[in-house]
């Protein structure tokens, strides 16, 4: 895994956050109503290992993430779970009749231009301007933000649990008006349990991390399909 990759993802899942201000709108009813045509970006990094926890800086230095890297990596290569996770969208939409398809298009802040809320509008908008877009023959746009891997709990320099985690963040944004039609998040946490180090194959921590995935899935499955 590369650092800038990293530093890139980061900032990408950074915007995204503070550009819904994080509410959460749930899929209306009517969503699958209409066949507006539907644009997807995936925003995904490999797998990763993060501290939690009560931690200062020398503390987190002391700790680290290094002792993790190449177990993880070895981990992913088995499980490679972003096609799993795409294919609830591609599958979804499909059956519900409504036409989507990847577009070829990376967010960068510094290209955009922030959108100007409409006084009188109750609706909920992104905060940067994606209306462009429709250029590339779609209605709508849904950004689906992936990150899994491990969390460290710390206390201190006393580790108090490893968890598998998975986290989904999805948001659709109606690109006649620049508004948000939809945005959730799914988080699963599963404990590692037993001994984490078990090379070659690594079975607690792989299982860990494959159930968070799994429950993160069958999660948006339902939020998609309800």
């Known amino acids: 895994m590369k650092f800038s990759r990293i530093i890139v993802v980061f900032f ?23 066949t507006n045509k539907v644009g997807v970006l995936f925003i995904a990094d490999s797998i990763r290992a993060e501290i939690i926890g009560d931690q200062s800086l020398l503390e987190m230095a002391l700790t ?5 890297r190449a177990p993880l990596e070895l981990v992913d290569k088995v499980i490679n779970p972003i096609n799993n996770i795409e294919n609830i969208y ?5 059956e519900k009749g409504k ?4 577009i070829d298009y990376e967010l ?12 009188k509008s109750k609706k909920q908008y992104f905060n940067y301007d994606l209306r462009f877009l429709q250029s590339k023959d779609i209605d709508e746009l849904l950004i689906v933000t992936i990150e899994y891997g491990l969390l460290v709990n710390y206390d201190g320099i006393f580790e108090e649990e490893k968890l598998g985690n998975c986290r989904i963040e999805s948001k659709i944004i109606n690109l006649k008006d620049n508004s948000i039609l939809y945005n959730n998040f799914t988080v699963f946490n599963v404990e590692v349990i037993g001994n984490w180090k078990t090379p070659p194959n690594y079975p607690n921590l792989k299982h860990a991390i494959q159930l ?10 339902r939020k998609f399909n309800n």
């Open 12 to 34: 990408v899942c950074l915007f995204l956050f503070t550009s819904c201000k994080s509410k959460i709108i749930p899929l209306s009813k009517t969503y699958y109503d209409n």
């Open 64 to 68: 680290g993430t290094k002792r993790f």
């Open 90 to 94: 591609f599958n979804t939409y499909q």
């Open 99 to 102: 036409p989507i398809k990847r």
């Open 108 to 119: 960068n802040t510094e290209d955009l231009v922030e959108f100007e809320k409409p006084k």
């Open 212 to 221: 968070a995935i799994k429950q993160a899935i069958e999660e948006e499955k």
